[in-house]
């Protein structure tokens, strides 16, 4: 009843504009009633806009999954981004890891239900790819699917498999993320390589979830756009010429160079400042962490 109560100004709108276009016609105002037209289109999208925002604002989350006891010793053993923080810190970690756990389905192929571990890198991934920022929606993320092992293009377990992880843009698999176990532990357990599978799918999301997969981040401030962008055109073609620290997998794409850098920064944050300060201070910037002052 309430829904409706908050429609009924624009219902009643509506209704007196569409009556108004016959007797708009009836006079020949044709011109007008095209206009007219127009408004009431507009008008109906701008209304089922503001109602989705609405309602998903109001939505009721899911009860945030509890982190216990022996998932904090997990977390200090497993995580070492985790570890490093300070205890104020790792509270809000681990809040966010326990909402993360209870919005998003984490589904490991072959078992019933998914190993704790599992869900554990799979969340540590997602907190620490937004870590910094004042929302953590993950592009309305709905699964992970996790593999036992690498897959190929199909998504396929074969010989021929080489990809560790996968997002989707558009698409029936819009809102899915793909991962291979092995590589999701292996990003976690070098922690000093500056790569990580599950931080670098999780920074696509970011990428992505401004409707663009483009390798700038949504609310990157229109002076950082512009530095960023330059940044990386000038920093592929160093990687391409093998004259560069970020991995050459950053190389491939913009998408994927901003993926590669998340990765490097959360990883290993002194080492990007020693070596491309101007990424890093643009990315510190966005993030609003100075992550060098505690790796």
Sequence with gaps: ???????????????????????????????????????????????????????????????????????????????????????????????????????????????????????????????????????????????VIVYPSNFDEDNQLNERGMIGGKVYHGGIMDRTMILSLPELKKGFAIDNDKKNVGVHEFAHLLDKSDGSLDGVPPEMGKHDREVWTQLMEKEIEAIADDDSTVPEYGATNKAEFFAVVTSYYKECPKLLKINHRELYEVLDRYYGKDLSADK
């Excluded at 929606?137 to 699964?143: I, R, T, V």
Aim: aromatic share 14%.
């Design 1 to 143: 009843m309430k829904k409706l109560n908050a429609f009924g100004p624009w219902i009643l709108l509506f209704l007196v504009l569409l009556t108004a276009i016959p007797v708009i016609l009836h006079y020949k105002g044709f011109n007008f009633a095209k206009i007219l037209g127009v408004m009431v289109v507009v008008g109906i999208v701008t209304a089922l806009w503001i109602w989705r925002i609405n309602a998903r604002k109001k939505a009721p989350r899911n009860e945030r999954v509890q982190i216990d006891t022996n998932d904090k010793f997990w977390l200090k053993e497993h995580i070492s981004f985790y570890r490093k923080l300070k205890k104020d810190d790792q509270k809000t970690f681990r809040d966010r890891l326990g909402i993360f756990l209870a919005d998003v389905t984490i589904t490991e192929i072959d078992k019933e239900m998914p190993d704790k571990s599992t869900c554990l890198y799979v969340g540590s991934s997602a907190v620490i790819a937004f870590w910094g920022l004042p929302y953590w929606n993950y592009a309305d993320l709905q699964e």
